[in-house]
Nanobody, 113 residues
């Protein structure tokens, strides 16, 4: 049974930081490309950052150097370090494993003073 379990979401003030984690099980993690997506209320889900099985990274333009995606193939976990958070970053953050299109249940990030 494939599971992707996100954690690390929280309420944080503007300018703050969070690190999200997505722990995978039921897949051979090192063979998968991984991505972080987010969905704000009333908006479509969008790509935030992705990392290939080989470690190549890709970021949405709105990240502007604030976020870093990384992976640990021993712990079967992908991370998203988010710095200088803005209210516009408020959303549910999901991780995805490709191919096969596996998704986690999401973790809520709220940026507010």
């Amino acid at each position: 049974q494939v599971q992707l379990v996100e954690s690390g979401g929280d309420l944080v003030q503007p300018g703050g930081s969070l690190r999200l984690s997505c722990a995978a099980s039921g897949i051979i993690f090192r063979f998968y490309d991984m991505g972080w997506y987010r969905q704000a209320p009333g908006k479509q889900r969008e790509l935030v950052a992705a990392i290939t099985r080989g470690g190549t990274t890709n970021y949405a333009s709105f990240v502007k150097g604030r976020f870093t995606i990384s992976r640990d193939n021993v712990r079967n976990t992908v991370y998203l370090q988010m710095n200088t958070l803005e209210p516009e970053d408020t959303a549910v953050y999901y991780c995805r494993a490709s191919p096969n299109n596996y998704w986690g249940q999401g973790t809520q990030v709220t940026v507010s003073s």
